[in-house]
């Protein structure tokens, strides 16, 4: 893991921050005010702005695979838990791909306003009414 790029990134980021922090303290010496060092406390924070909302949602991401493991290891071979984690699943999906359209609507009605006939094509006028 560590600094290769795998395993915790934000705790490589932290340790390495909190030594370039370390560095500039000293280099710096007694003449380092309290808001320099916040200043630069912001800088090191902010530095990566542009790939903070991919950092966010790749821990998202892994904190909910974690709990989804969790999750589906504690079932185990209980047929009950599996149909109830199956309906609240299929719930889930309703909740977020649901028709926009309600299934009780009528159909609209169409109506025939005509053809426009071109060379190699025809386009029929349809008016639809609700």
Sequence with gaps: MGITGRGNG???VAVITTVLLVTVILLLGPA???AQIQLMNMWFQFRDAPNILAQ???EQSARRTQQRAAAIAALKSDP???RQ??????????NLFAPTVP???TLPKVRHRGNLTRDGFTV???RMCT
């Design 103 to 105: 299934a009780n609507r």
């Design 10 to 12: 934000s705790a490589v």
């Design 124 to 126: 029929q006028k349809v």
């Design 32 to 34: 380092t005010s309290h």
């Design 56 to 58: 966010e949602l790749t």
């Design 80 to 82: 009950t838990a599996w």
């Design 85 to 94: 984690r199956q309906q609240e699943v299929q719930a889930l999906y309703d």
